[in-house]
């Protein structure tokens, strides 16, 4: 069964870091490009970044561009986002998913809450 | 940026009602759309994609049709586990862009 499962989340004040960890089971990250997702409480889905299967190639939206680093470790089968320069509008719950052979998420994590406040 | 314009923003509806949500991108998307379910608390679940083809072992009455710039997801007879809210995402280019997102309520 596929499953992915982060990790990470928590209170954190402006101007501080953080790392999440997606940890996939099920599946072999290695073949897959992998996304990450936030969702700001009460709010939409925002797409933050794509890791092609080498990790190699980041795509990065603006409004993190700079302050995240995307990154995969294949023999670890996890996806990690190190935070930096969190700003109280960071908050938001970050999910991981799994872009599936049609190019879209075929599955997606539960995922974990970052909370920047002071 | 492609933009998604999802309509409308909520509704009411009532057991057994057809339900209909727009999408609109900002340009052609050819048929690189997707439908997520989400439930609170929860995380989204594909529902419909290549706009128009149902995942696996979601129920037939959800049905999504639509290329270009204009998609729409159908819920044929509203179930109670259907209320949710429900988002259109477009994988054409990146950034990938969702809709705003549609409540479903009773």
């Known amino acids: 069964e596929v499953q ?14 953080l790392r999440l960890s997606c940890a996939a089971s099920g599946f072999t990250i290695s ?4 996304d990450w997702v936030r969702q700001a409480p009460g709010k939409g889905l925002v797409w933050l970044s794509r890791i092609t299967i080498d990790g190699s190639i980041t795509i990065n939206a603006d409004s993190v561009k700079g302050r995240f680093t995307f ?12 935070m930096n320069s969190l700003r109280v509008e960071d908050t938001a719950v970050y ?7 049609y190019n879209d998420f075929d599955h997606w994590g539960q995922g974990t809450l970052v909370t920047v406040s002071s | 940026d492609i933009q998604m314009t999802q309509s409308p923003s909520s509704l009411s509806a009532s057991l057994g009602d057809r339900v209909t949500i727009t999408c609109r991108a900002s340009q052609g998307i ?7 379910q989400q439930k609170p608390g929860k995380a989204p679940k594909r529902l419909i994609f290549s706009a128009s083809s149902l995942q696996s ?16 997801l159908t819920i044929s007879s509203l179930q109670p586990e259907d209320f949710a809210t429900y988002y259109c995402l477009q994988y ?15």
């Open chain 2, 57 to 72: 072992g979601v129920p037939s009455r959800f049905s999504g049709s639509g290329s270009g710039t204009e998609f729409t």
């Open chain 2, 92 to 106: 054409n280019s990146f950034p990938w862009t969702f809709g705003q997102g549609t409540k479903v309520e009773i």
């Open chain 1, 71 to 82: 990154s995969r470790d294949n023999a670890k089968n996890t996806l990690f986002v190190q």
């Open chain 1, 95 to 101: 999910y991981c998913g799994r872009v599936g052979g």
């Open chain 1, 4 to 17: 992915l499962v982060e990790s990470g989340g928590g209170l954190v004040q402006p101007g501080g870091s």
């Open chain 2, 30 to 36: 050819s048929s690189n759309l997707g439908w997520y």
């Open chain 1, 31 to 34: 073949s897959f490009s992998m």
